[in-house]
Each structure stands twice: as structure tokens, then as C-alpha cells.
């Protein structure tokens, strides 16, 4: 089974991409490591504090979160980094081009049930034009050029694409070293499976009702099959799951709090996604528009989710065309 550094190096990654990635994976070990020790690290439960977005911190998110931007800034290849950890970006060398953000781990509430979480990770060049601080990073999705994921389940998987298809990669615990295990991901463009918080069902706009609705009628309503539902509350293993057999994920914008209509991250959630799934064959929109356009307007600013096999979001995209109303996310 062939390694990493060849396989990117066979792609044509610079060597320098080629160490910030490395550089992510050697932070990631430390963190499977951590995980699959459980309690035994000491590293379980919540801190005292929240992230900017108000949200409870989970130990691991910090020690995450220092792992990946310490090792970062260590290169000396890294301009800055974007957390969803850190209120503001973070400087490296004013020398070094590449920008990168992260999740440091998503789908933290599965810390504390032994369930799967994930890093993810967004890689970015320094713009041409003046920039310092957030401004490095208000860039659409279509400038990234490396992201993925790292998935922390019974096995440590590394999922990314510079543009050049979609990898993952195997952590091999006995050699401590990522060996490529599909070279080539593609999603079914069809599928019969879906993914959705359902308990916030009554807070969807009128078009996600109406789609989900004729979901569930299965062979009785218009879709004329049966749908089946999954919900890891982890995105890197609801994306996964999709990645590998199919399936549309959704975390819509909703009219919950008119202050937070979406949930999801745009820059370290919503874009490494994107990229990863257009370049398996699959899309990703709002409903509205497709996610790797959006011009960003801060780094934590959060996005409606639609993804997955192409047919099937096409498919629901007809349900926002045919049921035209409001946008929560509207500005
Ligand atoms: O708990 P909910 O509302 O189902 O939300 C689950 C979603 O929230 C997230 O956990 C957010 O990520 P973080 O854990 O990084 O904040 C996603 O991974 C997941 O899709
Ligand atoms: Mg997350
Ligand atoms: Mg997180």
C-alpha cells in the first residue's frame, strides 16, 4: 500500500503543501492517540469556557486546537491559521503563504459517548492583494487548494482532495504512517438515504418540510421509494458515510433564532466539504447557492447545508424553486 508523501508527490503537491499536510497528520496521531485512550488520557468532559460562538468547550477541543496550531505555526510554512476554536486568526511567518482552517474537532458531543468525531481542515494561499488578519481568509471555496478531514472512528482515516479526486488514507497504528486505501472516491449520484436532525423539523422553511415530507411517504409518496435516515450529530461521519455509499446531508438554515439561522461553519465545516464532494461527483448548496461560490464575510460565519449525491440534491433543490419563501439566512 502506498504512503502519503508519494501519493501527493506523484500529484504534483509542492513540498512545502506537502509538509503544512503532514504537519496536520502528525497533530491528528497525537489526537487519535488521545482518543483511543478515553479517559485514560485525563482529557474528557468540558471546560469552564465557550468558543466565540458561545458554544461549551470540550477539553479535547482545546488540546486539539493547540496541538494542530502550534505544530502549524512551528513550520514556519503557515501565514496564519482560522479556528473555530480562536476568536480571531492567528499570524505565523509574514514570509509563508498558506493559510489554514480548522475544526479541531467536530462533532465534539461524542467525546463523552465513545462515538465517532473528526478534524477538518481547509488550506488556503495568502491572497495577491493586501491583506492581514481575517481579511487573508474572506477567499470562496473554490480557492482551496487542499482540504479534508481526518475521522477518529474504530479506525483513523485521512479523506482529502487537492483537487485532483478524493483520497483516504488508513492510519496504520503499527507504523504510525497514513497508507492510501481508495484511490478514487465517488459518490453514487442516486441514493435512498438521507440525513437530517429531525427534531428540528418544525423550525424548517416551507421547502425542507415539503422535500423531507415526501421522504419519509417512501413508496406511497411521489418518490416512489423508501427512504432510510442516519444522524451521527458528527458531520466527518455523517460526510463519510455519504462519501461512501451515498446519501444527502443537510443542516438547513431554519427560523429557530432569527440571530443564528445556520449552524454549520462556513470556512472549516461547510467549504472542506463542499470541495471534497464536487470532487467525488456529488454538490453542495444552500438550497440557494452552490456553498463554494459564497463570498465570506467572516471567519466564523455559519451557512445552510445541502450535500451529497448529485441527483438527490438536484432533486431538492426543486423543492426551493417550487416553494419560494423567506430566507432565514438572508441578510
Ligand atoms: O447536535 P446537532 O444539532 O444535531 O448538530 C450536529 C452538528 O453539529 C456539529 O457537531 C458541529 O460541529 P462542532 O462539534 O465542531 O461544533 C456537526 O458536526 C454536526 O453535524
Ligand atoms: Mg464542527
Ligand atoms: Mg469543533
Given at each position: 500500500m502506498q504512503r502519503l508523501i508519494p501519493v501527493l508527490n506523484s500529484d504534483h503537491v509542492p513540498l512545502h503543501l506537502i509538509s503544512v499536510i503532514n504537519t496536520l497528520l502528525t497533530a491528528a496521531k497525537e489526537i487519535s492517540h488521545r482518543l483511543h485512550q478515553g479517559s485514560l488520557a485525563g482529557t474528557l468532559g468540558s471546560t469552564l469556557d465557550a468558543n466565540i460562538q458561545g458554544e461549551v468547550q470540550k477539553k479535547l477541543d482545546v488540546v486539539s486546537n493547540q496541538l494542530i496550531k502550534n505544530m502549524l505555526l512551528e513550520?514556519?510554512?503557515?501565514h496564519a491559521v482560522a479556528s473555530e476554536e480562536e476568536d480571531e486568526v492567528v499570524m505565523g511567518n509574514p514570509d509563508a503563504k498558506y493559510l489554514v482552517a480548522y475544526d479541531p474537532l467536530d462533532g465534539s458531543s461524542n467525546i463523552d459517548i465513545n462515538g465517532s468525531v473528526g478534524t477538518i481542515f481547509s488550506i488556503l494561499e495568502k491572497p495577491d492583494h493586501p491583506a492581514e488578519g481575517t481579511e487573508l481568509f474572506l477567499?470562496?471555496?473554490?480557492?482551496?487548494?487542499a482540504a479534508g478531514y481526518i475521522l477518529y472512528g474504530p479506525s483513523t482515516l485521512l479523506v482529502m482532495t487537492t483537487g485532483n479526486g478524493v483520497r483516504v488514507f488508513t492510519l496504520d497504528h503499527t507504523v504510525g504512517e497514513f497508507l492510501l486505501t481508495v484511490d478514487t472516491v465517488t459518490i453514487p449520484q442516486e441514493t435512498q438515504e438521507f440525513a437530517i436532525n429531525m427534531s428540528n423539523q418544525r423550525h424548517w422553511t416551507t421547502p425542507m418540510q415539503k422535500y423531507i415530507d415526501d421522504l419519509l411517504r417512501g413508496t406511497e409518496g411521489p418518490r416512489a421509494k423508501n427512504f432510510n435516515m442516519r444522524w451521527n450529530a458528527a458531520m466527518v461521519s455523517d460526510v463519510h458515510r455519504v462519501l461512501t455509499r451515498s446519501g444527502i446531508f443537510t443542516y438547513p438554515a431554519d427560523l429557530r433564532n432569527p440571530d443564528k439561522?445556520?449552524?454549520?461553519?462556513?470556512?472549516?465545516?461547510?467549504n472542506p466539504m463542499s470541495f471534497l464532494m464536487e470532487q467525488a461527483g456529488g454538490r453542495a448548496t444552500t438550497g440557494y447557492e452552490r456553498i463554494m461560490s459564497i463570498q465570506p464575510e467572516h471567519i466564523h460565519q455559519r451557512v445552510s447545508v445541502i450535500m451529497g449525491s448529485r441527483k438527490e440534491v438536484d432533486t431538492c433543490l426543486t423543492y426551493f424553486k417550487k416553494y419560494p419563501c423567506n430566507r432565514p439566512d438572508a441578510k
Open positions: 513550520t514556519q510554512l503557515v477567499q470562496t471555496g473554490d480557492e482551496q487548494i439561522p445556520c449552524k454549520l461553519r462556513l470556512m472549516y465545516e461547510a
